[in-house]
């Protein structure tokens, strides 16, 4: 039994040592701490979900830290949030077309973190294995990220389900989907806060290029051009056929 811990515990060690620094944890939030990934020197990308108060909207992103590559032996470098940017999907008073809807936010850093490299979203491919990473939320004390390898399966995009081949154990809503078997490590995606999600052996994400390119445009001070708000396009040039949905 003992030797069989041990080797649990090894392979778990070699799991986190193989992680990029980018992968971290944002805390100071309304649930205790959200997992987040460095995708610019001073952006952090993170469920918005995390982020939400109970009835009192949004975290004030200048209460919030960033702590870069966090395990037992510390952080590779931490940052303070400056203001939090959340998917325009997110506001309730708006018309979201279907397959629009993202729950994700940017955490902007008052200084780009020096030492940590960002890492970069990528298409996941049906058949190949990642890793889902999150710090478990029921310990909030919990400096280790855990670490298991799920299989993309494929399915029509914007969704991606992954299997992990036996049960996770505890929610991992808004785990970091990373690549790290083609080259750089890369994003593939966040974990949705579905109900399989909550202990099972699947979990599912999103696409998250066109969700970053939308809040990166709403962090730079421009409109994303993809949203209608009260029926009216924040676009000139709408794009046929997809009510809702416009063109840049």
Do not use: K
């Given at each position: 039994?003992?030797?069989?811990?041990?080797?649990?515990?090894?392979?778990?060690?070699?799991?986190?040592?193989?992680?990029p620094a980018a992968v971290g944890r944002v805390e100071g939030g309304p649930?205790?701490?959200?997992?987040?990934?460095?995708?610019?020197?001073?952006?952090?990308?993170?469920?918005?979900?995390?982020?939400?108060?109970?009835l009192r909207g949004w975290a004030d992103g200048a209460r919030l830290t960033?702590?870069?590559?966090?395990?037992?032996?510390?952080?590779?470098?931490?940052?303070?949030?400056?203001?939090?940017?959340?998917?325009?999907?997110?506001?309730?008073?708006?018309?979201?077309?279907?397959?629009?809807?993202?729950?994700?936010?940017?955490?902007?850093?008052?200084?780009?973190?020096?030492?940590?490299?960002?890492?970069?979203?990528?298409?996941?491919?049906?058949?190949?294995?990642?890793?889902?990473?999150?710090?478990?939320?029921?310990?909030?004390?919990?400096?280790?990220?855990?670490?298991?390898?799920?299989?993309?399966?494929?399915?029509?995009?914007?969704?991606?389900?992954?299997?992990?081949?036996?049960?996770m154990g505890e929610p991992v809503n808004g785990a970091v989907v990373l690549?790290?078997?083609?080259?750089?490590?890369?994003?593939?995606?966040?974990?949705?806060?579905?109900?399989?999600?909550?202990?099972?052996?699947?979990?599912?994400?999103?696409?998250?290029?066109?969700?970053?390119?939308?809040?990166?445009?709403?962090?730079?001070?421009?409109?994303?051009?993809?949203?209608?708000?009260?029926?009216?396009?924040?676009?000139?040039?709408?794009?046929?056929?997809?009510?809702?949905?416009?063109?840049?």
């Amino acid at each position: 039994m003992r030797l069989a811990a041990l080797a649990l515990w090894l392979t778990a060690g070699m799991a986190v040592a193989e992680l990029p620094a980018a992968v971290g944890r944002v805390e100071g939030g309304p649930w205790g701490h959200c997992t987040g990934v460095l995708v610019a020197a001073d952006q952090v990308l993170v469920l918005a979900s995390c982020l939400q108060r109970p009835l009192r909207g949004w975290a004030d992103g200048a209460r919030l830290t960033f702590r870069a590559g966090l395990t037992l032996a510390g952080a590779a470098a931490e940052g303070q949030g400056l203001r939090l940017v959340v998917h325009p999907s997110q506001d309730q008073s708006g018309f979201m077309p279907p397959g629009y809807f993202n729950n994700a936010a940017l955490l902007v850093l008052a200084a780009p973190l020096p030492g940590v490299e960002p890492v970069m979203p990528r298409d996941a491919a049906a058949g190949r294995d990642y890793r889902v990473v999150h710090y478990p939320a029921r310990d909030r004390d919990a400096a280790e990220p855990a670490v298991a390898t799920c299989r993309a399966f494929p399915l029509r995009a914007p969704m991606r389900p992954y299997d992990c081949g036996e049960t996770m154990g505890e929610p991992v809503n808004g785990a970091v989907v990373l690549d790290l078997g083609r080259g750089r490590p890369a994003l593939a995606g966040l974990v949705e806060p579905r109900n399989r999600t909550n202990g099972g052996r699947w979990v599912e994400t999103r696409d998250i290029g066109p969700a970053l390119a939308d809040l990166r445009a709403l962090a730079a001070g421009r409109d994303p051009p993809r949203v209608l708000r009260g029926g009216q396009a924040r676009s000139s040039h709408d794009l046929p056929g997809r009510i809702g949905i416009t063109r840049p």
